[in-house]
């Protein structure tokens, strides 16, 4: 995994955004998948990304002493939706003119495609709603206040 503070430039509190954007991207598209056997296998490819996610989260924290909770995003880790929306708010505030972390955390959120291999030999054969993913990226980019032109 990149480590996204200095690859991307962003703050600790950016990535949680960033993270916890990925995380509502992938809850959405379990929650509209219609297949009940690759529901199960997108859920179990889940657990193990937040596994994962917590983790680095966990490694990255400015204050080593961050409680990591088994469940997402109820935890200090990630936010929940309703907090996304007040983080963000409170970057734009913090950013002034300079609102390029933003537009990274949507270019960011907009590629990120779920359902990679998480471990070695085990190879995954899933993929994400495409039409639903993109419903909620302009939501996210709403929520970013960055202008989607589609």
Do not use: C
Not at 19 to 45: F, R
Not at 101 to 114: A, H, K, M, Q, S
Request: a neutral charge; charged letters at 25%; hydrophobic letters at 35%.
């Amino acid at each position: 995994m990149i480590n996204i503070l200095n690859e991307l430039g962003l703050t600790f509190q950016q990535a949680k955004i960033l993270y916890s954007l990925q995380y509502e991207l992938i809850n959405n598209d379990i929650e509209h998948e219609k297949n009940t056997k690759t529901a199960k296998g997108k859920i179990e490819w889940h657990s193990k990304w937040k596994s994962s996610i917590e983790e680095y989260i966990k490694s990255i924290a400015p204050n080593k002493e961050i409680n990591v909770k088994a469940s997402l995003p109820n935890s200090d880790t990630l936010y929940s939706m309703n907090e996304i929306g007040i983080k963000i708010e409170e970057e734009k505030k913090n950013l002034t003119n300079f609102k390029t972390p933003l537009y990274l955390i949507l270019l960011e959120t907009t590629l990120f495609v779920p359902y990679y291999n998480l471990d070695k030999g085990n190879k995954v054969n899933l993929k994400m709603n495409d039409e639903e993913a993109a419903v909620l990226k302009r939501k996210f980019a709403e929520l970013l206040g960055i202008p989607m032109s589609m």
